[in-house]
Nanobody, 117 residues
Framework: QVQLVESGGGSVQAGGSLRLSCAASARPFSSYVMGWYRQAPGKERALVATIMSGGSANYADSVKGRFTISRDNAKNTIYLQMNSLKPEDTAVYYC???????????WGQGTQVTVSS
């Protein structure tokens, strides 16, 4: 069973920044695709960004140029640096991981991000 623990959420004004972290028990960590998703009230959970073990990343169009996903394979941790935050970024942010070649996703408990105008 893989455990994911997110941290770093909070409240910020529009234009501000936050950095989320996710520590994973997945081993070997480098064998997992890691990602961030978010779910706003009344909406479905949606992809924010994913990152492969080698560092290649994929972003939702809505966050390109503002958010940066990264991973530290030595610390079994991923990060999401969020800059120029907008009120529409308000959501619960979930860390996720999936072993390479498989389809099952593990999820963290989520962390709330609130952006006020």
């Amino acid at each position: 069973q893989v455990q994911l623990v997110e941290s770093g959420g909070g409240s910020v004004q529009a234009g501000g920044s936050l950095r989320l972290s996710c520590a994973a028990s997945a081993r070997p960590f480098s064998s997992y695709v890691m990602g961030w998703y978010r779910q706003a009230p009344g909406k479905e959970r949606a992809l924010v960004a994913t990152i492969m073990s080698g560092g290649s990343a994929n972003y939702a169009d809505s966050v390109k140029g503002r958010f940066t996903i990264s991973r530290d394979n030595a610390k079994n941790t991923i990060y999401l640096q969020m800059n120029s935050l907008k009120p529409e970024d308000t959501a619960v942010y979930y860390c996720s991981c999936r072993r390479n070649g498989l389809t099952y996703n593990y999820w963290g408990q989520g962390t709330q991000v609130t952006v006020s105008s």
